[in-house]
């Protein structure tokens, strides 16, 4: 294989907590040190938002190393994240970065939005009354009863989804209730990049170590003031909003906050829900084909030389 001649657009994945940002950083400097100036895609839905900067482990503008950077703090907590949105203008965002000249290095562990940009995905239309009164639904009852409809109307579709992902249930019964054909909430059965001159770099840790790392994580997240953030959100109506809400870890601190979970209950199901995200994200980039897997730390020099 030769390297391309053109600009290439990087993919840096896997779960959360496994040093990605580190590595997305690394690897767009020792591409400009080659003469391949390169600039960062965010692909993490959380990281769109204003203000979810703790729980989201977001890169503060000061730890960036001068590399610009897009799509961070993008939309209002009361915005809702739609992954078809987030396509149309991540691969607006590429292009931008391809017509400078430069690479493109998309990082995230958002596993739908990243294969969005990867692959080459075609969304069905939404039903802004009908997603309304699907979401009012899951408020009143909880996402067990919206999926037993689901399974009950597209077997294969529930078999790929987490039953209890409300936001993703919803969207697969919206699609069903349009009369469209839903994309199973999966990679299409043979996918066909976007860009040809694609590279994607994933970065694996034994799992021993992963849950002692995201654990960690968490503990931190509360004593850095992860309280005080989403008290701020709040004020910024976080609760009206139908993405941010809820968030693995804001809905836990909104839970504390509001006196229906101890400190302790808090963290622990954030834990535990963060456990069982990175799990999920293991597998849905596991499923990946051509990728070259990389412990944390790796020297991102030996990536940006190699074809």
Same mark, same amino acid.
């Given at each position: 294989?030769?390297?391309?001649? %053109?600009?290439?657009?990087?993919?840096?994945? %896997?779960?959360?907590?496994?040093?990605?940002? +580190?590595?997305?950083?690394?690897?767009?400097?020792?591409?400009?040190?080659?003469?391949?100036?390169?600039?960062?895609?965010?692909?993490?839905?959380?990281?769109? &938002?204003?203000?979810?900067?703790? =729980?989201?482990?977001?890169?503060?503008?000061?730890?960036?190393?001068?590399?610009?950077?897009?799509?961070?703090?993008?939309?209002?907590?009361?915005?809702?994240?739609?992954? +078809?949105?987030?396509?149309?203008?991540?691969?607006?965002?590429?292009?931008?970065?391809?017509?400078? =000249?430069?690479?493109?290095?998309?990082?995230?562990? *958002?596993?739908?939005?990243?294969?969005?940009?990867?692959?080459?995905?075609?969304?069905?239309?939404?039903?802004?009354? $009908?997603?309304?009164?699907?979401?009012?639904? $899951?408020?009143?009852? %909880?996402?067990?009863?919206?999926?037993?409809?689901?399974?009950?109307?597209?077997?294969?579709?529930?078999?790929?989804?987490?039953?209890?992902?409300?936001?993703?249930?919803?969207?697969?019964?919206?699609?069903?209730?349009?009369?469209?054909?839903?994309?199973?909430?999966?990679?299409?059965?043979?996918?066909?990049?976007?860009?040809? +001159?694609?590279?994607?770099?994933?970065?694996?840790?034994?799992?021993?170590?992963?849950?002692?790392?995201?654990? +960690?994580?968490?503990?931190?997240?509360?004593? =850095?003031?992860? $309280?005080?953030?989403?008290?701020?959100?709040?004020?910024?109506?976080?609760?009206?909003?139908?993405?941010?809400?809820?968030?693995?870890? &804001?809905?836990?601190?909104?839970?504390?906050?509001?006196?229906?979970?101890?400190?302790?209950?808090?963290?622990?199901?954030?834990?535990?829900?963060?456990?069982? &995200?990175?799990?999920?994200?293991? *597998?849905?980039?596991?499923?990946?084909?051509?990728?070259?897997?990389?412990?944390?730390?790796?020297?991102?020099?030996?990536?940006?030389?190699?074809?």
């Amino acid at each position: 294989m030769t390297t391309p001649a %053109g600009p290439r657009l990087w993919a840096v994945v %896997g779960a959360t907590g496994t040093g990605k940002t +580190a590595l997305s950083l690394d690897l767009a400097e020792a591409l400009a040190r080659r003469g391949r100036p390169a600039e960062i895609v965010n692909a993490d839905a959380m990281q769109l &938002y204003r203000g979810m900067d703790i =729980g989201t482990a977001k890169l503060p503008v000061a730890e960036r190393r001068g590399i610009r950077h897009h799509l961070l703090d993008v939309l209002d907590v009361t915005e809702e994240a739609a992954v +078809a949105r987030y396509q149309d203008a991540a691969r607006a965002a590429i292009g931008d970065i391809h017509r400078r =000249g430069a690479d493109a290095v998309l990082v995230g562990g *958002s596993g739908l939005y990243v294969s969005s940009v990867l692959y080459d995905f075609r969304f069905p239309p939404r039903d802004a009354a $009908l997603r309304a009164r699907l979401e009012s639904e $899951l408020d009143a009852h %909880g996402p067990g009863v919206l999926f037993e409809r689901l399974r009950t109307a597209d077997p294969i579709t529930a078999a790929r989804v987490d039953p209890r992902n409300g936001r993703r249930v919803v969207r697969a019964l919206e699609i069903l209730a349009m009369g469209q054909e839903t994309h199973g909430a999966a990679l299409p059965d043979e996918p066909v990049l976007w860009s040809p +001159a694609t590279r994607v770099v994933g970065v694996a840790v034994p799992r021993d170590e992963l849950v002692g790392r995201l654990d +960690a994580r968490v503990d931190a997240m509360w004593r =850095g003031g992860l $309280l005080d953030e989403v008290r701020h959100l709040q004020a910024a109506g976080i609760e009206r909003g139908v993405t941010a809400r809820r968030a693995i870890g &804001y809905a836990q601190a909104l839970a504390e906050l509001a006196g229906a979970q101890t400190r302790e209950e808090a963290i622990a199901e954030t834990q535990a829900l963060t456990r069982r &995200y990175a799990r999920r994200q293991v *597998s849905w980039f596991r499923r990946y084909a051509d990728v070259t897997w990389v412990q944390p730390g790796h020297d991102a020099a030996s990536l940006a030389e190699s074809p």
